[in-house]
Structure formats: structure tokens, C-alpha cells
């Protein structure tokens, strides 16, 4: 770890005057332990992250001897540090002070992954920002070090600040790192608790669906078979009585309703297999993903005016995750049907940076996002939920068309040499 900077000198001081227990006061002393194990205590009492955060800020203080705590959390994706928690009177800057990379001393400790100390003239150091919701001149000194999880990942930064002139010395660094890694500690059990909670309510959310949805496929199916099938067994049932009749009266007349009839058993048969198709394709278990999308999308819109193209990669992927990207894509597929009046359809099926994208696009209409959050006969709910269980992202786009594009990890099928269980 690299030496905290110092103004004024302060650390060759530290490297030539030993510290005392006097100095160290009794933060590494019995009070010093009390204080980590109601640090601990504390912040395993809780799964909700903003309440560890907030927890942790007095014990910090009580810990540090400081006056005030800033906890800055860190957003990779954002590219910034955002104020998470801060002891009283600054709790209403929650969430409203941020900070890029580099910026301020949070910033400069987030940047460099090492500690930063100032003991006094903070406004002459190149590194600090003055940030006027927090008060920063009515502090002397500060120490700030950088939060991170088991792995080593910044997951955030921890300030401290005195109102009067305060010496940090290596040992006190040392110990706010200690306080540090705690809380670092607890933020990843929040988030492992936050995600296991969300993966639960998705779980939840796609059973319940999934139950609405076969509900609604066993309606189809037996709404296609009563109009379509049964319809076609009556309508066969009387010609072939017709024709017992006419054998012998007029046997042109039976010959013709026989030719109607093998129409009709042929329209009965296209009608079966096609519900049997929809429930379950035989070509995703004979052959895979890839000619199951090809099959479903010459099937979907074979009687329509659409030109449907397919561009799918063969790929051995584990059951589950074909059997949810197909469900997917016939979710859309049915979508741009009943909604997009669309003149071309695409589908697309590859492996990028390691995984699985499946890409639906469609020159219809599109839709306003709003109103496909709130009406679920678009399926979208369905959709969201089975790529969030497979750890996926999906983003859907409309404007002239849409596009609705989603990425799960490409998991391989295990095999009989797959040491994994």
C-alpha cells in the first residue's frame, strides 16, 4: 500500500517520532475493540444497503474520533462516486453530491486506490474541491481511504474530517482501513442479499406468469382445436355419411365429396401439427436453437406478407436456456404479429464477447414503452423476467420499428467429461 500523502511534512515526522500509546489515545485498545465489534454487529444486523450505510457512519466517527463521515459509493457503470451516506446536519446531500474519477480527494483516492491525508490548508492542496453543501472550511484536517470488496473491487471511499488540527498518523490510516473493509464487507453482503431478493421476486414473478401463460395456452390451443380441428372432423364426419348415401345413387358425386374430404383431413392434420409445434417444436430437441427460430419464423408468417429473414448461428447451448430464448423469440414473433404491421422481420442468433445475443427486429408501427409496461398482452413482463433469471440483459428499442436484443452468458451444455457438477 502506498504511504498516505501528507502536507507540511507530516510524514517524515511519523517515520522519525514513534507512536505512543498516548498518541494512539485508546483507539487501539479495548475501546478500539468494543468499537469493531459494534461495527460489526451492526452492520450484519441489517440487508438493506442504504441502512448499512447509514449505520455505519456514527460508528465511524466513534471509531476514528472524527466529526463528521462521508461515505461515497462508487458507480462503475456511472463513472462516478455518489455521496451515500454522511453524518448529520449533511444526510439531505445524500445522493446529490457526485464525483468523476480524479475529481476532489474522494475522487483522487478512488482514482489511485490509496489513502489521502490532509492535516490543514486544504484549499492549497491541487487535489481538493470545495463542495459548499458540505462545509468543507469548517473542517482542519482529514483522512480518506478507499472502500473495497473481498475481491479487491473499489467499491466505494471513506472520508473523515476534524474541526480541529489533527495529525493522522499511519496508525490511524491503518485503522480507518480496517473500519473501511468492514463496511466494504457489509455493502457486498447488502448487494448479495439485494440480488438474491431480486432474483427471488423474478422467480416469483415468472412462475406466476408462466401459470398465466400455459392458462392462456391451453385456452388457444383449445380454441384452435374446437374451431379449427373439431370443426373439420364434423364437417368430415357428415361427407363421409354423404358419400355411404351416394356409393350407389351417384358414384361421380361420392368421388367428388371424398376429394372434399381428404382436403378437410389434410387441413386437420396442418391444424394439429401446428398446435402440437407451438407447444412443444421437435425441432428444438432434434436439432437445436438455430432451425427452431428458422422453423418458427416460416411458420408465423407464412400466410402473411411479410419477409421474414433468420441469420442463426448453430450453437450447443443447456436446454433451459434454448427452451427460454425460443420462448423469447415467440413471444416477439407473436408480438409483431398482432401489433407491428410489419413489412420485414429479422432474426438473429450469435455469440458476442463470450455471449449469447438474440436480436428480433421488426419496420412496423412500434409502440410507446409506457403503454407496454402497463398492457402484459405485449408479454414483455415475461420476456424481462426469463432474461433476468438467465443473467441476462435486454434492452428494447421503438421508434420506426423495433428491436428487442438481449445478451445471456453462454453457458455450455455439461458433458460427460465436464468435471463441474
Same mark, same amino acid.
Given at each position: 500500500?502506498?504511504?498516505?500523502?501528507?502536507?507540511?511534512?507530516?510524514?517524515?515526522?511519523?517515520?522519525?517520532?514513534?507512536?505512543?500509546?498516548?498518541?494512539?489515545?485508546?483507539?487501539?485498545?479495548?475501546?478500539?475493540?468494543?468499537?469493531?465489534?459494534?461495527?460489526?454487529?451492526?452492520?450484519?444486523?441489517?440487508?438493506?444497503?442504504?441502512?448499512?450505510?447509514?449505520?455505519? !457512519?456514527?460508528?465511524?466517527?466513534?471509531?476514528?474520533? &472524527?466529526?463528521?463521515?462521508?461515505?461515497?459509493?462508487?458507480?462503475?457503470?456511472?463513472?462516478?462516486?455518489?455521496?451515500?451516506?454522511?453524518?448529520?446536519?449533511?444526510?439531505?446531500?445524500?445522493?446529490? !453530491?457526485?464525483?468523476?474519477?480524479?475529481?476532489?480527494?474522494?475522487?483522487?483516492?478512488?482514482?489511485?486506490?490509496?489513502?489521502?491525508?490532509? !492535516?490543514?490548508?486544504?484549499?492549497?492542496?491541487?487535489?481538493?474541491?470545495?463542495?459548499?453543501?458540505?462545509?468543507?472550511?469548517?473542517?482542519?484536517?482529514?483522512?480518506?481511504?478507499?472502500?473495497?470488496?473481498?475481491?479487491?473491487?473499489?467499491?466505494?471511499?471513506?472520508?473523515?474530517?476534524?474541526?480541529?488540527?489533527?495529525?493522522?498518523?499511519?496508525?490511524?490510516?491503518?485503522?480507518?482501513?480496517? !473500519?473501511?473493509?468492514?463496511?466494504?464487507?457489509?455493502?457486498?453482503?447488502?448487494?448479495?442479499?439485494?440480488?438474491?431478493?431480486?432474483?427471488?421476486?423474478?422467480?416469483?414473478?415468472?412462475?406466476?406468469?408462466?401459470?398465466?401463460?400455459?392458462?392462456?395456452?391451453?385456452?388457444?390451443?383449445?380454441?384452435?382445436?374446437?374451431?379449427?380441428?373439431?370443426?373439420?372432423?364434423?364437417?368430415?364426419?357428415?361427407?363421409?355419411?354423404?358419400?355411404?348415401?351416394?356409393?350407389?345413387?351417384?358414384?361421380?358425386?361420392?368421388?367428388?365429396?371424398?376429394?372434399?374430404?381428404?382436403?378437410?383431413?389434410?387441413?386437420?392434420?396442418?391444424?394439429?401439427?401446428? &398446435?402440437?409445434?407451438?407447444?412443444?417444436?421437435?425441432?428444438?430437441?432434434?436439432?437445436?436453437?438455430?432451425?427452431?427460430?428458422?422453423?418458427?419464423?416460416?411458420?408465423?408468417?407464412?400466410?402473411?406478407?411479410?419477409?421474414?429473414?433468420?441469420?442463426?448461428?448453430?450453437?450447443?447451448?443447456?436446454?433451459?436456456?434454448?427452451?427460454?430464448?425460443?420462448?423469447?423469440?415467440?413471444?416477439?414473433?407473436?408480438?409483431?404479429?398482432?401489433?407491428?404491421?410489419?413489412?420485414?422481420?429479422?432474426?438473429?442468433?450469435?455469440?458476442?464477447?463470450?455471449?449469447?445475443?438474440?436480436?428480433?427486429?421488426?419496420?412496423?408501427?412500434?409502440?410507446?414503452?409506457?403503454?407496454?409496461?402497463?398492457?402484459?398482452?405485449?408479454?414483455?413482463?415475461?420476456?424481462?423476467?426469463?432474461?433476468?433469471?438467465?443473467?441476462?440483459?435486454?434492452?428494447?428499442?421503438?421508434?420506426?420499428?423495433?428491436?428487442?436484443?438481449?445478451?445471456?452468458?453462454?453457458?455450455?451444455?455439461?458433458?460427460?467429461?465436464?468435471?463441474?457438477?
Amino acid at each position: 500500500m502506498s504511504r498516505p500523502r501528507m502536507r507540511g511534512g507530516t510524514v517524515a515526522a511519523m517515520q522519525q517520532r514513534p507512536t505512543t500509546k498516548r498518541d494512539r489515545g485508546d483507539r487501539w485498545g479495548p475501546r478500539a475493540q468494543d468499537t469493531l465489534e459494534a461495527l460489526i454487529q451492526t452492520l450484519g444486523s441489517t440487508r438493506d444497503l442504504e441502512q448499512v450505510l447509514r449505520s455505519a !457512519v456514527p460508528l465511524v466517527i466513534e471509531a476514528t474520533g &472524527a466529526d463528521a463521515c462521508f461515505l461515497h459509493r462508487w458507480h462503475p457503470k456511472r463513472g462516478h462516486l455518489v455521496l451515500a451516506a454522511a453524518s448529520a446536519p449533511y444526510d439531505a446531500a445524500v445522493g446529490e !453530491v457526485t464525483l468523476s474519477l480524479g475529481e476532489g480527494i474522494s475522487g483522487w483516492v478512488a482514482a489511485h486506490r490509496e489513502p489521502a491525508v490532509i !492535516v490543514d490548508d486544504k484549499r492549497d492542496d491541487p487535489r481538493y474541491k470545495y463542495i459548499p453543501v458540505l462545509e468543507g472550511d469548517k473542517y482542519t484536517s482529514m483522512a480518506s481511504v478507499p472502500i473495497f470488496g473481498r475481491g479487491g473491487d473499489l467499491l466505494g471511499v471513506a472520508n473523515v474530517h476534524t474541526i480541529a488540527r489533527r495529525q493522522f498518523t499511519s496508525e490511524d490510516v491503518h485503522y480507518l482501513e480496517l !473500519v473501511a473493509s468492514l463496511v466494504g464487507g457489509a455493502i457486498e453482503n447488502a448487494e448479495l442479499f439485494k440480488r438474491l431478493e431480486d432474483n427471488e421476486s423474478a422467480l416469483e414473478d415468472l412462475v406466476r406468469t408462466t401459470i398465466q401463460a400455459q392458462e392462456e395456452e391451453r385456452r388457444r390451443v383449445a380454441t384452435e382445436i374446437h374451431d379449427g380441428v373439431t370443426q373439420h372432423l364434423v364437417s368430415i364426419w357428415y361427407r363421409i355419411h354423404a358419400c355411404e348415401r351416394l356409393l350407389r345413387k351417384d358414384p361421380s358425386a361420392a368421388a367428388s365429396e371424398l376429394a372434399a374430404t381428404k382436403e378437410l383431413i389434410d387441413e386437420a392434420l396442418d391444424e394439429a401439427r401446428g &398446435a402440437i409445434l407451438d407447444l412443444r417444436p421437435a425441432t428444438l430437441d432434434d436439432l437445436g436453437l438455430a432451425p427452431s427460430l428458422e422453423a418458427l419464423a416460416a411458420r408465423a408468417f407464412r400466410d402473411e406478407d411479410v419477409n421474414a429473414i433468420v441469420d442463426a448461428t448453430p450453437m450447443e447451448l443447456p436446454s433451459h436456456v434454448e427452451v427460454a430464448l425460443y420462448r423469447i423469440a415467440q413471444e416477439a414473433v407473436n408480438n409483431v404479429k398482432r401489433h407491428a404491421g410489419a413489412r420485414t422481420v429479422r432474426l438473429s442468433l450469435s455469440e458476442v464477447d463470450g455471449e449469447v445475443e438474440l436480436e428480433i427486429a421488426d419496420d412496423g408501427v412500434g409502440f410507446d414503452m409506457d403503454d407496454v409496461r402497463r398492457d402484459t398482452s405485449f408479454g414483455l413482463t415475461g420476456i424481462t423476467e426469463r432474461v433476468r433469471l438467465l443473467g441476462g440483459v435486454l434492452t428494447v428499442e421503438s421508434d420506426a420499428g423495433t428491436t428487442l436484443r438481449l445478451r445471456v452468458p453462454a453457458a455450455r451444455p455439461a458433458t460427460s467429461e465436464d468435471p463441474r457438477p
